[in-house]
């Protein structure tokens, strides 16, 4: 009889627990539908190779403050999907994004706040590589991760969807929430011109890609470092009024700011007396 008690105890237990993590799911996305995320972008006509910034933005409808995470693609909790007109869904990488602490922000009831948009910038990508894994696995692999495989977000012309997925901050959970944007559309253009004549010097080229992006590029050497500002150089001069010169000349002149500043570091110890 005592056996009989316990199963019965455990079976209302476990029923019960089913019910309540069935409610707090239930009441979750229910507060997830009464907050508002968006995604913005500063243009959805460009052309192939042109970098796309995005903007995020949340709104609480609800009756209660809300936690939101505020750090943006910097600190992780952002994430970005790009689909081409009639395919589905794949993830955008960068391997700098989500290196920052996150900043949780106490959002009052019809209260706004836009996101942290520092970095966030699309154009190429870190795709994936399943070359060590056998066809199946590769397959499996993908199927899971769902990344984008190639270079370029935009990798050719066409009309191409852009959303962001993120989340609400649970006091117990933390980041569990899940909140999706609406897709917004980019139409990507074959470029004409002098720009087709930029495009065809830079296409494929990931350093030059991510100055346009980020204001630098990722090789450390010295001789490659000077070798390509030497070609963004010549480009800006020789078709300035191109839309990928508007993009390269400022970031150009950030990264030698940013050269000129370590160069400087290094000189300032290298003179302390030991």
Known sequence: ???????????????????????????????????????????NNISLGEVVSLEFEFFNEEENNVQIPGGGVMAGNIEVFVAKKGEGFRKYFRSDWGRKNENIVTL???QK???????????????PSYSHLNPDAAKRADAQDKRILTDYAF???GTYFVKAVTCLIDGSNGCSIPVESEPIQVVVNEPVGDDLEVWNQIKGN???ALLMQKGGFSTGKEAEKE????????????????????????NLEKFRARETKRDEFYKTIKQKPE
């Open 113 to 127: 706040h836009k996101i942290d948009d520092t970095d966030a910038t699309i154009l190429w990508n870190g795709k």
């Open 227 to 250: 070798k390509l500002t030497k070609q963004v150089e010549q480009i800006i001069v020789r078709y300035p009024n191109s839309i990928y010169s508007s993009h390269l000349k400022p």
């Open 206 to 208: 990931r350093e030059i």
């Open 1 to 43: 009889m005592k056996r009989k008690n316990v199963h019965i105890l455990v079976v209302a237990t476990l029923l019960l627990g089913s019910l309540l993590t069935a409610i707090f799911a239930s009441n979750n996305l229910e507060q997830s539908k009464r907050v508002t995320f968006t995604v913005k972008s500063d243009k």
């Open 155 to 157: 990798p050719s012309t």
């Open 108 to 110: 009052a009831p019809n």
